[in-house]
């Protein structure tokens, strides 16, 4: 039974920092693009951050470039997001989910493989 778990969501003040988990079991999480979306109330899910199977390549939406890091550890089955300076509008709940396709090939929300339940970040301004 694969499972996806999130943590590291919590209440923090607009320019803090958290670091969010994904701890994945059940599934050769060394051969999965892990993937990072969030989800405002009202709005629709949208895509946060991506990387390859060995971490070498990331992708990010504009809105968080070069304040937010993905990273992974494979002899950890965890994929991480790094999210500095935060903004109000970056209060979602943030789920990871697992792509078993090539990073490189073309992906979609719809695509993805597995979820996890997500863990909710709050930006106080």
């Known amino acids: 039974q694969v499972q996806l778990v999130e943590s590291g969501g919590g209440l923090v003040q607009a320019g803090g920092s958290l670091r969010l988990s994904c701890a994945a079991s059940g599934l050769t999480f060394r051969t999965y693009t892990m993937v990072w979306f969030r989800q405002s109330p009202g709005k629709e899910r949208e895509f946060v951050s991506r990387i390859s199977w060995s971490g070498g390549s990331t992708d990010y939406v504009d809105s968080v470039k070069g304040r937010f890091t993905i990273s992974r550890d494979n002899a950890k089955n965890t994929v991480y997001l790094q999210m500095n300076n935060l903004k109000p509008e970056d209060t979602a709940v943030y789920y990871c989910?697992?792509?078993?396709?090539?990073?490189?090939?073309?992906?979609?929300?719809?695509?993805?493989?597995?979820w996890g339940k997500g863990t909710l970040v709050t930006v106080s301004s």
């Open positions: 989910a697992a792509d078993r396709s090539y990073y490189d090939d073309t992906w979609s929300i719809d695509g993805m493989d597995y």
